[in-house]
């Protein structure tokens, strides 16, 4: 459950017992494969069983089709969410609730509950109010789903799913601004594939696309956590390396050109060899003013590489400027 | 002996009969249960009810749901030649699918609401139904 809807549930949780008399609130989320279940602490785990089946049930019935109890992986969140802790009969058993539809624009995406140990618990009033409540919601969640998907739009390469070159000219101005600011080492790593257009030309731009987007996904799972891996274009990536001197940015990008030649690429059953070419700068040790020149820099590496026969690592040479 | 003329008239008429007060009856199940879970929620509810009973009565699909309310008007043009007790029940079947739906959500807060203004019309209905 992502931290907006966190937030959301837990604020409308939060008010919910100034206006019902309840044992439980429910909100049950629908991510992918994936639904949450976010509900008080002080439930038995035999009243949450009983709720999550009767929501589940719910979003069954309204929803586009059906969902098996046994299939879905369930992830149940506890949090105290009424002012005052309530401890619940560990025997308790759900007698009523009301259960409503998440539902904006169509779509369901997931459900609120209000549930009691008490038989009819709830009246038409209560309904009245929890179904605004609900709306609310709905709307909020819509409104955060709607605004997080642009973001991402905005941010990812929409093939690799790494960063792309918008955020990586933030990230790499964020970067810069640090290090020459705290005299921090700074590494750019930039890596392209060699003889790509031979993989498009030959076998075809779906199995490029292939290519690229393993290659993204070695180069993502090569870095720490702290570094962004982007796509900078076409079949080039590029590493922003922050407190790395260039021991160990040469290390990370030896380590990539290994990886990458030791690796074969599965293409329609059979095998292809790839190989990269990288380029390194550094800030401080080639004394770049701007982010520009630091990526010049890399870049002069970078073609540095492919001069020298492609497959390999090149750092910057300041007498070749 | 009733001529078949007369008996094709009086079929009309209580086709006509049947499906206002069905209409009727949606309208008031409309009213009171959008005041209780809005109208987003109702017009899913409908629209699911409508699928459901879709295959058995495809008169039923003729009807438009929106979250404005709900339009009989296309249905009624579309039923006048059906027969009344096809209406009947086809209408019997939605409204019996929505009680459904409503006890799913709430159990019996819907439902109580509904019952009084409910149980008389369908037995309205089932009366003109068995004069024929």
Known sequence: ?321 | MVSPGKEDKKEKWSADLVLDLYSNLLMEIWEIVSALLGETILELIFTLAIKKLGDKYPFLASMKVSEEGISLQELKENCRTMAPIEIHRGFQGLINHLFHLFSALAEGVISRELFPKVLPKVREAERIISQR
């Open chain 1, 1 to 321: 459950m992502s931290f907006e809807i966190r937030e959301i549930v837990e604020s409308a949780g939060a008010n919910l017992p100034n206006l019902f008399d309840f044992a439980s609130f429910g909100v049950l989320w629908k991510e992918g494969p994936h639904l949450y279940l976010y509900q008080e602490e002080s439930c038995p785990p035999s009243f949450t069983q009983e709720v999550v089946k009767n929501m589940i049930s719910v979003l069954s019935i309204l929803g586009e089709e059906p969902i098996d109890v046994n299939q879905v992986n369930l992830h149940v969140e506890k949090r105290k969410l009424k002012s005052k802790q309530i401890f619940m009969d560990p025997a308790a058993t759900l007698k009523s609730h009301l259960t409503l539809p998440l539902a904006a624009e169509g779509g369901i995406s997931g459900c609120i509950s209000l549930n009691s140990d008490r038989p009819n618990a709830f009246d038409a009033q209560d309904l009245q109010f929890f179904s605004v409540i609900g709306y609310q919601m709905a709307a909020t969640l819509k409104h955060f789903q709607r605004f997080s998907s642009i973001k991402n739009i905005a941010i990812y390469d929409t093939l690799t799913n790494l960063y792309n070159r918008r955020y990586f000219e933030e990230r790499l101005g964020v970067e810069v601004q640090k290090a020459f600011h705290t005299g921090a080492f700074l590494s750019l790593v930039m890596v392209d594939i060699d003889y790509f257009k031979r993989v498009n030309d030959t076998l075809g731009h779906p199995m490029g696309d292939k290519v690229l987007c393993e290659i993204g996904s070695l180069l993502k799972n090569s870095v720490r956590k702290k570094d962004t891996v982007a796509r900078y274009g076409g079949e080039e990536f590029i590493l922003i390396l922050p407190d790395a001197n260039l021991e160990a940015s040469s290390m990370i990008a030896e380590r990539i050109r290994r990886m990458v030649e030791k690796n074969p690429f599965e293409i329609d059953q059979a095998q292809i060899n790839m190989t990269v070419s990288i380029g390194i700068s550094n800030f401080p040790s080639h004394q770049a003013r701007s982010k520009e020149e630091l990526v010049k820099m890399a870049d002069q590496a970078l073609y540095e590489a492919k001069g020298g026969g492609r497959n390999r690592v090149c750092v910057f040479d300041p007498a070749k400027r």
